[in-house]
């Protein structure tokens, strides 16, 4: 199978002198000079320092990921869930590209300190909030430094590792998710965080935890590239005015003007139905058409700006066929997923009143095992047959199969294996799909171009489920509190539904038990219906994208030999021509 090549479709400059390079990357070329510093036993403390950085992210995740649900709980407001979701996933996808340029034009390591800076701050404020609104608040915040320190990361996985080995170390990077799915539960009990409090600490514990682990990797990695570049450089690249000039720069290569008029669009267009309950008047509140009708404006004015923007947030040149596929697919993958995971786990919190919350805890990182734990796999088989598109076409399928069973979960069959079973089949699916996407986005672009394409897919995910997580909420806020009122109407006035609404503590303990797990499932039967055509959707696209074939080089695009603790980089470059015939490059 021949070695595919993604064609361009570059921008011409006003001149007409062909196609518009890519921005010079200083990041990246960093990264390209690490093999003169990271030799020997270097190179297992730099990966070393990285796993850190993987282990307490999983962790994090794995443990907080549930405590939303409670701290809202905790002031009567668990509806804002959907709310929460929205502005989350809308602040994750708009800070991508940004958080590009700024390891692009200033460093890596940069870009990872001042994550960290956002995650530490967002989580504080978070563990000591005194009101709903300032658990919003901080989950914002720490949302800006989780997207950014899971993005370095997974740059960092790319910049370090030849294409047939790509998927392998992401799998490897996924096992600490596995590990702490079994950690958390414990962890998450030790604390209390399933209660009206609890979660404080859950929270809190993290602003020492993350800072201690990830500052090892941000001073050896800027050592690093001090060094390749000589003491001189680094005083200049360090200095305050050079790192000013650089991030206003970055300002302008990210399209600040256009991601700004992108992200208040977004949110103002999404918040609404995650607001219509709570909001005088629902729809016809004015505050809410005002939201509406300025979102639209912001659209349409962003949609005109980036016509005429020196550097749109999508640039033409990395446009192939390959990039906009996977990016699709990732976009509809996650707009499936959160249409049914953004209430999933209040549903089953609702549905089985009888696990232990360790119980629920593990149950609510079924889904991280198998996906992580399945990245492993896929990357196995994809170092193994040096394909992409057959895996990702496996991933698809299951997960059309892992869809189709949690359906019957809200038809009549919530058996616990029913319910534990549909969440491996999607993890899995899943596993297989994000890892063949991320190694394809990553395989049809220059490195100079790599971290702002996956800036851009992970900003259509991020579109993508956070109009899922708009959708969701307002599903959930319209049918849940009728459909209480229908089967409970008699027995609860309005202020009681009020508050079993409002909290799924609340609910799971409200009686009879049956009638409110009826109101909640009839609630979320047409969101997993529309997941389940969604999963169908994305299939058929797998079919678009090319084969890649992976080898020794950084990408598919380009002949650069990753040369990062390899003696015999220099015989591996010559060795690359070789290859290119053996595969049928031309």
């Not at 020492?208 to 050896?220: D, Q, S």
């Not at 990245?375 to 991933?395: E, F, I, M």
Request: hydrophobic share 50%; aromatic share 10%; glycine share 10%.
């Amino acid at each position: 199978m021949p070695l595919v090549t993604p064609t361009t479709d570059a921008r011409p400059d006003p001149a007409g002198a062909g196609p518009t390079p890519p921005p010079a990357s200083r990041g990246a070329a960093q990264m390209d000079a690490l093999h003169t510093v990271f030799t020997g036993a270097r190179v297992y403390l730099l990966w070393a320092a990285i796993g850190l950085v993987f282990y307490l992210y999983s962790l994090s995740y794995s443990t907080t990921y549930v405590y939303a649900a409670f701290a809202t709980s905790s002031f009567g407001a668990h509806t804002v869930v959907g709310t929460v979701a929205v502005v989350t996933a809308v602040l994750s996808g708009v800070v991508q590209p940004f958080n590009a340029r700024v390891a692009d034009l200033v460093s890596r390591p940069a870009a990872l300190a001042l994550a960290l800076a956002l995650y530490t701050l967002g989580y504080a404020l978070t563990a000591g909030a005194r009101t709903v609104a300032a658990v919003v608040a901080g989950q914002a915040l720490y949302t800006l430094g989780t997207a950014g320190i899971y993005q370095i990361q997974y740059l960092l996985l790319a910049d370090l590792t030849p294409l047939k080995w790509r998927g392998v170390a992401i799998g490897v990077s996924s096992l600490p998710m596995v590990l702490n799915a079994f950690v958390g539960p414990f962890i998450t009990k030790a604390v209390g965080a399933l209660s009206a409090n609890g979660w404080r600490w859950g929270y809190g514990m993290f602003c020492i935890l993350m800072p201690v682990g990830v500052l090892p990797a941000v001073v050896l990695l800027a050592w690093a590239q001090r060094k390749s570049r000589g003491p001189e450089q680094g005083r200049q690249v360090l200095g305050v005015r050079n790192l000013t000039a650089t991030l206003a720069r970055g300002a302008t290569l990210a399209d600040a003007p256009g991601l700004l008029l992108l992200g208040f669009a977004l949110a103002l267009l999404l918040l609404p139905p995650t607001l219509s309950t709570t909001a005088k008047g629902g729809y016809t509140n004015p505050s809410l058409i005002a939201m509406f009708a300025v979102g639209g404006v912001l659209l349409l004015t962003f949609v005109a700006w980036e016509r005429v923007a020196a550097h749109p947030i999508l640039p033409r040149r990395i446009m192939n066929r390959t990039f906009l596929t996977c990016t699709a697919i990732n976009a509809l993958y996650y707009l499936a997923t959160y249409l049914s995971e953004t209430y999933y786990l209040s549903w089953v919190y609702v549905l089985k009143p009888g696990w232990s919350d360790a119980k629920y805890a593990m149950f609510g990182n079924a889904l991280v095992v198998t996906l992580w734990g399945g990245t492993l796999l896929s990357g196995a088989v994809q170092r193994l047959t040096r394909r992409n598109k057959p895996l990702l076409l496996a991933g698809l399928a299951i997960r059309v199969v892992g869809e189709g069973v949690q359906f019957l979960t809200v038809n009549g069959n919530s058996s616990d294996v029913a319910v534990v079973f549909s969440r491996v089949l999607i993890g899995l699916g899943g596993a297989c799909q994000y890892t063949a996407t991320q190694v394809a986005v990553q395989a049809c672009v220059p490195h100079a171009d790599m971290a702002a394409a996956l800036a851009l897919q992970a900003l259509a995910t991020y579109i993508g489920s956070s109009v899922a997580g708009a959708v969701s909420a307002a599903v959930w806020n319209a049918q849940v509190p009728a459909r209480l009122e229908k089967y409970l109407g008699d027995r609860y006035d309005a202020a009681q539904r009020a508050t079993i609404f409002g909290s799924i503590i609340a609910a799971r303990a409200a009686e009879p038990h049956a009638l409110v797990v009826r109101a909640y499932t009839e609630s979320l039967r047409p969101l997993f219906a529309a997941a389940l055509a969604l999963a169908g959707v994305t299939f058929f696209l797998g079919f678009v994208i090319d084969d890649i074939v992976l080898g020794d080089t950084h990408n598919a695009v380009e002949d650069k030999v990753v040369r990062l603790g390899r003696a015999d980089a220099d015989a591996e470059e010559g060795r690359v021509e070789g290859e290119k015939e053996a595969w049928g490059h031309k």
